[in-house]
Nanobody
Framework: QVQLVESGGGLVQAGGSLRLSCAAS????????MGWFRQAPGQEREFVAT????????VYADSVKGRFTITRDNSKNTVYLQMNSLKPEDTAVYYC????????????????WGQGTQVTVSS
């Protein structure tokens, strides 16, 4: 498994931007596809975005497509989530996760998780 630590969350006004980072340590980072998920209070965890091992392919949830961008830097063992045009409904705890599957959207396919970082978008 790989150890993951998220950072970059915070409070932002609607329409603003945040960039989340997830630093990985342990096993070879480039061997994993990486994903971002989020969980709002009282709701189930939901898929946000995923990026392939090389960074060349990405998949997004419809709710964030065109606003969020997932990237990775394998030289820094880090995956990012750039979030633009934020909306109050984006408020959630955001988690990064690692999987040996390819561009997985299902959380049960991920076997390493970070502790999460809170994102709050005010209206």
């Amino acid at each position: 498994q790989v150890q993951l630590v998220e950072s970059g969350g915070g409070l932002v006004q609607a329409g603003g931007s945040l960039r989340l980072s997830c630093a990985a340590s342990g096993r070879t980072f480039s061997g994993y596809s990486m994903g971002w998920f989020r969980q709002a209070p009282g709701q189930e965890r939901e898929f946000v975005a995923t990026v392939s091992r090389s960074g060349g392919s990405t998949v997004y949830a419809d709710s964030v497509k065109g606003r969020f961008t997932i990237t990775r830097d394998n030289s820094k063992n880090t995956v990012y989530l750039q979030m633009n045009s934020l909306k109050p409904e984006d408020t959630a705890v955001y988690y990064c996760a690692a999987t040996l599957s390819i561009l997985a959207r299902i959380d049960s396919l991920y076997d390493s998780w970070g502790q999460g970082t809170q994102v709050t978008v005010s209206s």
